[in-house]
């Protein structure tokens, strides 16, 4: 089937590094998406591979490596403010450019 | 420019009722999608339209069904409801060109409860 995995809750510590994972069984997709939610607010547009590399902006960058089916997104120095939930997507090629979704990843930080 | 707007922002309604959701998409964008979401929940896709056409369609009963006008204004509809519809519905809206990174901007939602 078509699906993306990550983590349900990951916790790290104020001003730590912290990796997000996204691993995907799909077949052909534009690329890798991520997006920020914080409780009671609505997603916001982190992110985005079109190709395999790094891509950076600011404290948070994103990876893809498509020979590897996985992603990931890498918050660095992180804040408080950091603390929300993490969501991967995808777009497929197919099946009408559906958008798919992980199921979010819950960033707890501890000062 | 104005950011994507949901009205109403909040609504109780009571089982059997149906329950009609607005979204205006940012001015220019052609594609509106929409998403249900309880808490501690993902983003479940509910159903995407593309210049008044339905482009995909999630996978919820067909008591959830949806249009979109030709300003690209798009309104939900919920009928017969339950209480295991309550919950923040999303709207999001991009310019629906494939390839890019497709960014999709979303509104604040509308929270429905059910009693």
């Known amino acids: 089937g078509q699906s993306l995995e990550q983590p349900s809750e990951v916790t790290a510590v104020e001003g730590a590094i912290v990796q997000i994972n996204c691993t995907y069984q799909?077949?052909?997709?534009?690329?890798l998406s991520w997006y920020q939610q914080h409780d009671g607010g609505a997603p916001t547009f982190l992110s985005y591979?079109?190709l395999d590399g790094l891509e950076e902006t600011g404290r948070f960058s994103s990876f893809l490596s498509r020979s590897d089916s996985y992603g990931y997104l890498l918050l660095q120095e992180l804040q408080m403010k950091d603390s929300a939930s993490y969501f991967c997507?995808?777009?497929?090629?197919?099946?009408?450019?559906?958008?798919?979704w992980g199921a979010g990843t819950k960033l707890i930080i501890k000062p | 420019k104005a950011g994507v707007t949901q009205t109403p922002r909040y609504l109780i309604k009571t089982r059997g009722q149906q329950v009609t959701l607005s979204c205006s998409p940012i001015?220019?964008?052609?594609?509106v999608s929409w998403y249900q979401q309880t808490p501690g929940q993902g983003l479940q896709f509910l159903f995407e339209?593309?210049?008044?056409?339905?482009?995909n369609k999630g996978n919820f009963p067909g008591r959830f069904s949806g249009r979109q006008f030709s300003n690209s204004r798009s309104e939900m509809n919920v009928s017969t409801l339950e209480l295991g519809d309550s919950a923040l519905y999303l709207c999001?809206?991009?310019?629906?060109?494939?390839?890019?990174?497709?960014?999709?901007?979303f509104g604040e939602g509308s929270r429905l409860t059910v009693l």
């Open positions: 999001a809206s991009s310019s629906g060109q494939l390839g890019g990174p497709g960014e999709l901007f």
């Open positions: 001015s220019g964008h052609r594609s």
């Open positions: 339209y593309f210049s008044e056409t339905q482009r």
């Open positions: 799909t077949s052909g997709f534009y690329g």
């Open positions: 591979n079109a």
């Open positions: 997507a995808v777009r497929r090629l197919d099946s009408n450019y559906q958008l798919i």
